[in-house]
T-cell receptor, first 112, second 114 residues
């Protein structure tokens, strides 16, 4: 069964706007990681949030985690054209913290 | 600090042939993982090494896939014989510790089986 699903599947915004992507999962997690993938390239690690954390920040990125709803969100503030990429969430469960289960990804397009 | 590197970046082989992918993890990372993304589907876990030992190989699809990590440094993933459904992008990742820590990914190897 699929652990992670991102929502929306695609998002188009103008530079300067904020972008919010959501990730839902099914089983209890130990950690949740967000990645970015630029077209045709590898995955870049953005943020890891643990199950006992509710919010983390890194630069223009803000990640929240709601374990009661089994969901996480990634907010990119003041977006730039360079933020155009696919964004994935990946979860590690308590049974297997290191076997990351990826979602389907959100394709973000930021127009200049 | 160099990141995770993978070689080759792209490989095109015929069905029935053999291909070997290589991954060099970040220096000092004992944990090495292989993942793959096929046919536009989700990225799926293949296996996890801790040093030279296979910690978890539950994601390996069948016995045509063989992963090794001799000496606990770089790893190879051999596909023999390759089938059409093996086409996809194979990612390698490494982490410093086990127990749910950041996994840093390489650029991937795009495998095309014709």
């Amino acid at each position: 069964s699929q652990q992670g699903e991102e929502d929306p599947q695609a998002l188009s915004i103008q530079e300067g706007e904020n972008a919010t992507m959501n990730c839902s999962y099914k089983t209890s997690i130990n950690n949740l990681q967000w990645y970015r993938q630029n077209s045709g390239r590898g995955l870049v690690h953005l943020i890891l949030i643990r199950s006992n954390e509710r919010e983390k920040h890194s630069g223009r990125l803000r990640v929240t985690l709601d374990t009661s709803k089994k969901s996480s969100s990634l907010l990119i503030t003041a977006s730039r054209a360079a933020d155009t990429a696919s964004y994935f969430c990946a979860t590690g469960t308590y049974l297997n913290t290191d076997k990351l289960i990826f979602g389907t990804g959100t394709r973000l397009q930021v127009f200049p | 600090e160099a990141g995770v590197t993978q070689f080759p970046s792209h490989s095109v082989i015929e069905k029935g042939q053999t291909v070997t992918l290589r991954c060099d993890p970040i220096s000092g990372h004992d944990n090495l993982y292989w993942y793959r993304r096929v046919m536009g589907k989700e990225i799926k876990f293949l296996l996890h090494f801790v040093k030279e030992s296979k910690q978890d190989e539950s994601g390996m699809p069948n016995n045509r896939f063989l992963a090794e990590r001799t000496g606990g440094t770089y790893s190879t993933l051999k596909v023999q014989p390759a089938e059409l459904e093996d086409s996809g992008v194979y990612f390698c990742a490494s982490s410093q510790w086990t127990g749910g820590y950041e996994q840093y990914f390489g650029p991937g190897t795009r495998l095309t089986v014709t």
